[in-house]
């Protein structure tokens, strides 16, 4: 068993009419010793009536479950253990870039179906043991009319 207690925020600020500024903090704690903090911050910045571009940035920092140990350095008389990195202390920053479409009026459609959003997103993503991704997500949102 697991018992997680998460607390979160968002804080959002209207700059101007182009202009945003998202934030979220995150606080997590639970009964295996872990304990994360998560701060990101997002700017979008409105290019056009339906073009918005957004940089974000995200930083990640969390503390080793009571029972992480690196492989092999365990003892098998232990009642629990893993070696998982997942459950270590690490620290991770993620920056990124994306770029939406937004039909506000769902002018253009296929079939019975109305677009109203696409999106695509890259970011590039590092952890303090190695860990190292680039990371591309791509999606649409389609309304039924």
């Not at 295996?32 to 930083?59: C, D, M, N, V």
């Not at 479409?101 to 296929?110: A, G, L, P, S």
């Not at 999106?119 to 860990?131: A, E, F, P, Q, T």
Request: glycine fraction near 4%; aromatic fraction near 20%; charge should be positive.
């Amino acid at each position: 068993t697991r018992f997680k207690t998460p607390f979160g925020t968002r804080i959002n600020y209207y700059i101007s009419e182009t202009l945003k500024l998202r934030t979220y903090y995150r606080y997590y704690s639970d009964d295996w010793g872990i304990t994360s903090h998560t701060a990101s911050i997002e700017l979008p910045i409105k290019l056009s009536q339906s073009f918005t571009l957004s940089p974000s940035y995200r930083y990640y920092q969390q503390t080793a479950a009571n029972w992480f140990a690196p492989f092999e350095a365990h003892l098998s008389t232990e009642k629990y253990y893993t070696s998982d990195h997942d459950l270590a202390n690490f620290q991770s920053n993620q920056w990124g870039i994306g770029l939406s479409y937004t039909d506000i009026f769902t002018q253009r459609k296929i079939y019975k179906f109305g677009l109203k959003n696409i999106n695509l997103k890259y970011s590039h993503y590092v952890r303090s043991d190695g860990l190292k991704a680039n990371i591309v997500s791509f999606g649409v949102k389609f309304v039924f009319e």
